[in-house]
């Protein structure tokens, strides 16, 4: 089974600033891995070098078994329908209109004519809970949560194999993030989704992972199941996972887990 | 875990069939998503909408064997937006069509509005009248700021101030220069040729001494200090209107007429006479030179005949215009960067908008400035 992607031997350094040393990451089909770290430990960097935002100063990046780096430009764009990707701020496209921003790589593929794409859009918009009289609204005029579930509307819009989101319930209310998170592990179990999200959202990540990767020091320290992560004894874990918010959410979701050194 | 996705793409199939009681059928098999559909969605929709015209017809759609939303949409959408009677289902796929019923009700199209052409018309007189209310509101509540400062003098933005001097002035030196040397030059050829069919070689100074001092250079310097310099502004104050500056600005109770405006329409005003001077002088170099080669003028007696030639007059009212255009592009500048709206093609359209205002201002300034002064400074000597 090809592994959907694949970091292999990773470096990132801005000047004399090393972000990653030597960092490998495998995220295979069907996965739900969650990056976290504290801020400014690479995170985002990361993923926008999976994305090919970014060249790594060394090492490769595959995704679904082809390299992003000195492919050709046809394959890498097949790539970049396979992904959906919610940014951090949602990126939409200021100009166009909720429906027109969803609609826009459904157009892009000149595949399905206007009476599809209106009821594909209004599809998703249900998906993610909007309703369909915001449809006409102009991004500026919406609120930071509903930019984040139209962004991610937008990114799942082409039925995506991998899901790439940047903090996705920031800015969220609990109800939404709720929804958010049944929403993710529906589209999970229904189309075998790939996820890789970076959270600091303890809910969201303890319910939704399979797979923890916690960024520190220039490396994944760890790369397993929270079980496995929270074993690991190191300061940014026990603060970020044992910490008084982390025990909370971990007990709200009855996690089984052993707390080491902790109980 | 669950079986990857595989790699290889299965056909999308549609086969007319026979069910068992005798009925028509029609079978659907392979990949029915949006990889497999990118290329044949129209050809298996028109497949799909034959066979749906009959109704009786029992749907087996048990061996489709990868399914998304997508293909979903598209199969319920030429079976006319409802299921059929007869329908059989992969274990799974149930999930992509139960949310399909209540996507039917698709937006509703804007109506048609015969008096469109009239609204637009009434639309852009409000908005024009809009855009003076606007400006006068600009100007009111600028002077009202500035009286604040005269009794607060050390409050004011002298440090804005220096900067924007810096980069309205200092910085459009070069391109002003250019520009008007090559001006000065083209001007001194053409009029070289006609002068000297007359016989008339020495008026090249009147020429280009009036033509230049008193139009010429400040229109040019101002054309360009429009577009260079009244573009930055509206953008800059655009760009801050879309990241929330200007709003974070009014929170903290910095009034934006004081630290962004007002040092934006005191440099300007400043910088523009003196850039009016150095265009105009430059220009007059490039002219002197062609004339030194096209009519055997020295440059040395072209610099003494032309006090004679031009009153001193006309450079105070060059430096008038100066200081009218810069706080006039600065004002229409700053009044379309106020207006952007927090989106990118608003930001376009304002920095468009802005320019072509402020140019076309200048120009009307210009022939203002002509009238009032047409016996001012002009004297045939
Ligand atoms: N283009 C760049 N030039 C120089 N340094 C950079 C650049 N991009 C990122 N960095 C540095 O790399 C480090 C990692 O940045 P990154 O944005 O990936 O952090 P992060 O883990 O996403 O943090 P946060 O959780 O706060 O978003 C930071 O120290 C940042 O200053
Ligand atoms: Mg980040």
């Known amino acids: ?263 | 875990m669950q079986q990857p996705s595989a790699p290889a793409v299965l056909e999308p199939e549609v086969r007319q069939a026979r069910a068992a009681d005798g009925a028509t059928a029609a079978a659907l098999s392979g990949a029915w998503d949006i990889r497999a559909l990118e290329s044949r969605a129209r050809l298996l929709k028109s497949q799909l909408r034959q066979l749906a015209a009959d109704p009786g017809r029992h749907w087996d759609l048990s061996r489709i064997q990868r399914l998304d939303h997508i293909g979903a949409l598209l199969i319920w959408q030429a079976w006319g937006k409802r299921r059929p009677a007869q329908l059989a289902l992969a274990h799974g796929h149930e999930v992509f069509f139960s949310n399909l019923d209540s996507a039917a009700a698709a937006v509703p199209a804007a109506p048609f509005d015969p008096l469109r052409l009239v609204r637009a018309l009434g639309a852009a007189m409000l908005l024009t009248a809009e855009h003076l209310l606007g400006m006068v509101q600009l100007i009111g509540q600028i002077l009202i700021d500035s009286f604040g400062l005269i009794r607060h003098p050390l409050r004011g933005p002298w440090r804005e101030i220096s900067a924007s001097l810096f980069r309205v002035g200092t910085q459009a030196l070069g391109i002003t220069a250019l520009v008007g040397f090559l001006i000065g030059v083209v001007l001194s050829y053409l009029s070289a040729e006609q002068l000297k069919a007359f016989g008339a070689n020495i008026f090249i100074i009147n020429l280009l001494g009036m033509g230049i001092i008193r139009e010429l250079g400040p229109v040019i310097a101002a054309v360009l200090v429009a577009g260079r310099s009244g573009s930055a502004i509206t953008a800059q104050l655009g760009v801050m209107r879309v990241t929330e500056e200007l709003d974070a600005l009014s929170v903290m109770g910095i009034p934006h007429t004081v630290r962004l405006i007002l040092p934006k329409i005191v440099a300007l005003a400043i910088a523009m006479p003196l850039l009016i001077l150095w265009t105009s002088g430059i220009a007059l170099i490039g002219g002197a030179l062609a004339a030194n080669t096209q009519l055997g003028i020295s440059v040395h007696s072209f610099f003494i005949g032309l006090p004679g030639a031009v009153p001193t007059v006309n450079l105070w009212l060059a430096m008038g215009k100066g200081v009218v255009f810069g706080a006039l592009i600065a004002l229409i500048a700053c009044h379309f960067g106020l207006r952007v709206q927090p989106n990118t093609e608003s930001l376009g359209i304002g920095t468009t908008n802005s320019v072509v205002t402020s140019i076309t201002a200048v120009i009307v300034a210009d022939a203002i400035f002509a009238v009032i002064f047409s016996d001012v400074g002009i004297s045939l000597s």
């Open chain 1, 1 to 263: 089974m090809t592994p959907v992607i694949e970091v292999e031997s990773l470096w990132t350094q801005f000047g004399d600033h090393v972000v990653h040393r030597d960092l490998n990451l495998v995220v295979m089909p069907g996965e739900v891995v969650s990056l976290v770290g504290g801020s400014g430990s690479g995170k985002t960097t990361l993923m926008r070098q999976i994305l090919g935002l970014e060249q790594p100063t060394r090492g490769t990046v595959k995704v679904f078994g082809i390299p992003l780096q000195g492919s050709s430009a046809q394959l890498v764009q097949k790539i970049r329908k396979r992904w959906g990707v919610l940014f951090q701020e949602g990126a939409l496209y200021s100009a166009l209109s909720v429906f027109d921003n969803i609609a826009l790589p459904l157009r892009e593929l000149r595949a399905f004519d206007e009476d599809f794409i209106g009821d594909m859009v209004m599809l998703k918009l249900d998906m993610v809970d909007i309703e369909r009289r915001h449809a006409s609204k102009m991004p500026a005029d919406l609120s930071g949560g509903m930019i984040k579930r139209i962004a991610l509307a937008r990114a799942l819009v082409l039925e995506p194999e991998l899901v790439f989101l940047d903090e996705p319930t920031a800015g969220l209310d609990p109800d939404r993030s709720e929804s958010f998170v049944k929403l993710i592990r529906s589209l999970h179990q229904k189309l075998n989704l790939t996820v890789v999200m970076v959270t600091h959202d303890l809910d969201t990540l303890v319910s939704l992972s399979h797979k923890i990767a916690v960024l520190a020091e220039q490396q994944l320290i760890v790369y397993g199941s929270l079980k496995e992560a929270i074993a690991v004894q190191h300061p940014f874990i026990l603060n970020f996972f044992l910490g008084e918010r982390g025990l909370r959410a971990l007990s709200a979701v009855g996690a089984s887990v052993k707390l080491s050194g902790k109980d």
